[in-house]
């Protein structure tokens, strides 16, 4: 007998594996990513060239972004320009090169920005399913916290929280796992209120499915592309808040970022002495990362509601 009961437990295992894997492909399969929207194509792409600098960004940095460089001659290699003694993008003028400042810049970048936006999606959409859902009771609690959510600053809130606390990066991602929420919560609870309605809902309903099965196994694969489409979105605001942070100067020292660029090179009288090179490229990296969000926004619109393509 108790081999008989391993050998069913085991035998269990499998089974629910292949469902566990079935169910992950399926909603890997609703996600449609906008493959055919051109402007989407090129927002990827954008994120994609971004994610390999911040990968190898070791590889591709000649110069620690912290380090204070000395030239040949024993001389503080201070506001080099671009090209001259070897440094890409010249120097600031404590002797660091900027171009390695800029290559590092993306690895925070990349992890306040994908970091936030896993945040604001995965928050989004658990109180959009459970408040259009159930509805009653728990729909009032929630959209009344969604409410107050909305009337709150969003950056005015992030700085007056990182004032309070020490200064890190991880301050965007909580003031947006706090607030941003609000926007992903009111879409997605509005297309459950419409999905909650339809036959195959009502069918899993009637077979015995519990209420939570129905949320998260029947609802939930048909509104992930609303969940990406503001995923996506929060990507560019997370990075775009964080260097905002940082050129008030709440942000954190010791983390190189473009916002921490574009601080050091105003306080550096960048602008008056004409040193472009030191504050162009990081600005113009963060205009791509948030122009990338858009027009993926935009491929997603297209897909969620064809009528657009008229």
Sequence with gaps: ????????????????????????????????????????????????????????????????????????????????????????????????????????????????????????????????????????????????????????????????????????????????????WRDTGRVVRSQVLSLRTRAYVEAARVSGSSNLKIVFRHIAPNILPLSFLYGSIAIGWAILTEASISFLGFGDPETISWGYMLQDAYASQALSTGAYYWFIPPGVCIVLVVVAGFFISRGYEEILFPKLKE
């Design 1 to 180: 007998m108790p081999s008989e009961t391993a050998t069913t437990t085991q035998a269990a295992y499998p089974s629910r594996l292949n469902a566990f894997v079935s169910g992950l492909w399926r909603i890997v399969r609703s996600i449609h990513l906008p493959l055919s929207d051109p402007f989407a194509m090129i927002g990827i792409i954008i994120y994609l060239v971004f994610f390999l600098v911040a990968v190898f960004a070791n590889q591709i940095a000649p110069h620690d972004p912290t380090e204070i460089l000395f030239t040949e001659s024993y001389d503080l290699a201070a506001d080099r320009l671009p090209g001259e003694d070897g440094f890409v993008l010249g120097t600031t003028s404590l002797g660091r090169d900027i171009f390695s400042q800029l290559v590092y810049g993306s690895q925070s970048a990349l992890l306040i920005g994908l970091t936030a936006a896993a945040v604001v999606a995965v928050i989004g959409t658990i109180v959009g399913l459970i408040s259009g859902y159930f509805g009653g009771v728990v729909d009032m609690m929630l959209m009344r916290l969604a409410d107050i959510a909305f009337g709150i600053p969003f950056l005015p809130f992030v700085i007056v929280l990182a004032a309070f606390m020490e200064p890190s990066i991880w301050n965007v991602v909580f003031a947006m796992a706090l607030i941003l």
